[in-house]
């Protein structure tokens, strides 16, 4: 009876059809195959092929390929192609770094459904004897790496293949150097799986951008962005409404009208709130544009958007807007962008006191620079409260601004750093600041915020709130911290967060961004009374304590 159950689960076999696999799946296991191969095989991580080229042809060689076994034959086969991997016994050696492994995954090499158990085991073998010391494909300066020695095929649209190439270099890029991919809304596996479609169905220059927009914009990070003037014009438009407005509440508030070539007269007035253009509500802009337009959070959405609300290709814009109390719709003249004129705002001071007894001292973060900071706080250093500014991008006064405010040195944060010897994983190290000063200020430090104070403006943020006195004041802010690595996909300029930035508790201010301890936000009423919410509240603390 036994010998009848073999032979007729034999005979099952020999009929049943092979797995069958899809053509996403083919390509989705090509993209991962061959970026994990590019930086963890030994041969070719030193650039012994011509990479791109090798997935040029496995895409040929994918369209021959029909079920799981032919396709595990073709990655069985392409491994032992590039030659013998030695065994590595400086890669069991265990490193004396704290790791941070969030985003250390490779375990979609044991993923059965695509895999064999045989195909899964080279991978692994190679894992565990990768490559070490240099990598053709990128180098490192400091403890940050960049890309190098990738082949450009410019920024038309020229292939299928080419495209599914650019999407492969970037996914991959992501794959292993992101620090921060575990926080993408979408996990980054399924951004693969959903991408490969779009960029397959490619046809034009125009959507060869925006899909790669669309990936870039993906990763959830302020500090992306993909340069391309194709969007910029398409999308966004090259002619604009001649004047200046500030956002608050879902509405833009009119504050100043710019003069044009043609000397011609607006219909828009200064005070006017604008809460519809060409049909849609500012909360729909923005949904419409962020499609392609990356950023941490909701807020740094708005922070990128909303310079471009006003853009069009067309003569004309229809706006709806109250004016004193009255909704109106208008329709405006737009302009190119050569044909408006522009004041020069005047340039803030860098410090100054802020009240006639000279017991508030104000700091405009954006402007002062590490060969002012003595001579500020000479001056500044006997006042009850001084209040930094940093709704804006500092100039690297960190270091020696802690050092004359904070009262001894302090670990204010912790960098997570990309381990180049076994990728997607990174090393933690925290940051001290400042140093033992009995001559510390001993007065209240106020500090401004709000969506523009990102990266860097963060981390010194993070630092002034090490002060026994400090107090956050302001709104959410951008949530995109560490340094940022540049370079090109499909010869446009991106980039994307490069070091990881973490509270010491490693809480992380990535996406979430510095919670201030009172939240202010300008409002519409505010701004048409020329008011600075944000520093009228930080006045008002000093005067009450609360």
Same mark, same amino acid.
């Given at each position: 009876m036994r010998s009848f159950s073999i032979f007729f689960i034999l005979l099952l076999s020999i009929h049943l059809p092979a797995q069958t696999i899809s053509d996403t799946q083919k390509l989705e296991s090509l993209c991962k195959v061959w970026g994990f191969l590019k930086y963890y095989h030994p041969h070719v991580a030193k650039g012994n092929f011509n990479w791109d080229q090798q997935l040029f042809q496995k895409m040929t060689e994918l369209d021959n390929v029909q079920n799981k076994a032919q396709l595990n034959e073709l990655y069985s086969h392409w491994i032992d192609s590039l030659g013998t991997v030695e065994i590595c016994e400086k890669c069991k050696k265990e490193e004396d770094k704290v790791y941070f492994l969030k985003n250390f995954n490779l375990n979609w090499i044991k993923d059965s459904t695509v895999f064999s158990q045989h195909v899964s085991q080279k991978l692994e073998y190679i894992?565990? $004897?990768?490559?070490?010391?240099?990598?053709?494909?990128?180098?490192?300066?400091?403890?940050?790496?960049?890309?190098?020695? *990738? &082949?450009?095929?410019? @920024?038309?649209?020229?292939?299928?293949?080419? @495209?599914?190439?650019?999407?492969?270099? =970037?996914?991959?890029? #992501?794959?292993?150097?992101?620090?921060?991919?575990?926080?993408?809304?979408?996990?980054?596996?399924?951004?693969?799986?959903?991408?490969?479609?779009?960029?397959?169905?490619?046809?034009?220059?125009?959507?060869?951008?925006?899909?790669?927009?669309?990936?870039?914009?993906?990763?959830?990070?302020?500090?992306?962005?993909?340069?391309?003037?194709?969007?910029?014009?398409?999308? =966004?438009?090259?002619?604009?409404?001649? #004047?200046?407005?500030?956002?608050? *509440?879902?509405?833009?508030?009119?504050?100043?009208?710019?003069?044009?070539?043609?000397?011609?007269? @607006?219909?828009?007035?200064?005070?006017?709130?604008?809460?519809?253009?060409?049909?849609?509500?500012?909360?729909?802009?923005?949904?419409?544009?962020?499609?392609?337009?990356?950023?941490? $959070?909701?807020?740094?959405?708005?922070?990128?958007?909303?310079?471009?609300?006003?853009? @069009? &290709? $067309?003569?004309?814009?229809? #706006?709806?807007?109250?004016?004193?109390?009255?909704?109106?719709?208008?329709? #405006?003249?737009?302009?190119?962008?050569?044909?408006?004129?522009?004041?020069?705002?005047?340039?803030?001071?860098?410090?100054?006191?802020?009240?006639?007894?000279?017991?508030?001292?104000?700091?405009?973060?954006?402007?002062?620079?590490?060969?002012?900071?003595?001579?500020?706080?000479?001056?500044?250093?006997?006042?009850?409260?001084?209040?930094?500014?940093?709704? &804006?991008?500092?100039?690297?006064?960190?270091?020696?601004?802690?050092?004359?405010?904070?009262?001894? &040195?302090?670990?204010?944060?912790?960098f997570n750093f990309p381990e180049t010897h076994y990728l997607s994983k990174f090393y933690s190290r925290k940051n001290s600041i400042g140093k033992h000063n009995p001559d510390y200020y001993k007065g209240n430090v106020i500090v401004l915020v709000d969506e523009n104070t990102q990266s860097q403006a963060e981390t010194t943020a993070m630092m002034l709130k090490q002060h026994p006195k400090a107090k956050l004041i302001g709104g959410h802010t951008s949530g995109a911290n560490g340094d940022v690595i540049r370079f090109k996909i499909a010869d446009l300029e991106t980039s994307f967060t490069g070091l990881g930035a973490y509270y010491p508790n490693q809480t992380e201010t990535q996406r979430v961004g510095i919670i201030p301890d009172i939240i202010v936000k300008p409002t519409v009423k505010g701004i048409k009374e020329g008011k600075d919410e944000v520093l009228e509240r930080a006045l008002d603390y000093i005067k009450t304590g609360q």
């Open positions: 894992q565990h $004897n990768r490559n070490l010391g240099d990598n053709y494909y990128f180098g490192k300066g400091g403890r940050k790496v960049f890309f190098r020695n *990738e &082949n450009s095929y410019g @920024s038309k649209f020229i292939s299928r293949q080419i @495209s599914l190439l650019e999407l492969f270099r =970037y996914w991959n890029y #992501v794959e292993y150097f992101f620090p921060y991919k575990y926080e993408t809304d979408q996990p980054w596996n399924e951004v693969l799986k959903e991408m490969i479609p779009k960029f397959i169905q490619i046809e034009n220059d125009e959507q060869y951008h925006l899909t790669l927009a669309e990936l870039v914009t993906r990763i959830d990070d302020s500090h992306a962005f993909l340069f391309s003037p194709l969007i910029s014009l398409n999308q =966004y438009g090259r002619r604009r409404i001649p #004047v200046e407005y500030e956002y608050a *509440e879902g509405k833009l508030v009119v504050t100043k009208i710019n003069s044009n070539k043609f000397n011609e007269s @607006s219909v828009l007035k200064i005070g006017d709130i604008i809460y519809d253009i060409n049909g849609k509500t500012i909360p729909q802009m923005v949904n419409s544009f962020g499609k392609y337009i990356p950023a941490s $959070n909701s807020w740094g959405k708005i922070k990128k958007v909303k310079n471009l609300f006003l853009f @069009s &290709n $067309n003569d004309s814009i229809t #706006v709806k807007l109250e004016r004193e109390g009255q909704n109106m719709m208008l329709t #405006v003249k737009t302009y190119l962008l050569k044909d408006i004129y522009y004041e020069k705002p005047p340039i803030p001071e860098k410090w100054k006191f802020i009240d006639a007894e000279k017991k508030t001292g104000y700091v405009h973060m954006g402007i002062i620079e590490r060969k002012d900071l003595k001579e500020m706080y000479e001056n500044l250093k006997t006042t009850e409260s001084i209040i930094f500014d940093l709704r &804006n991008y500092p100039k690297q006064t960190i270091l020696p601004l802690s050092q004359l405010l904070l009262p001894e &040195n302090t670990i204010y944060y912790q």
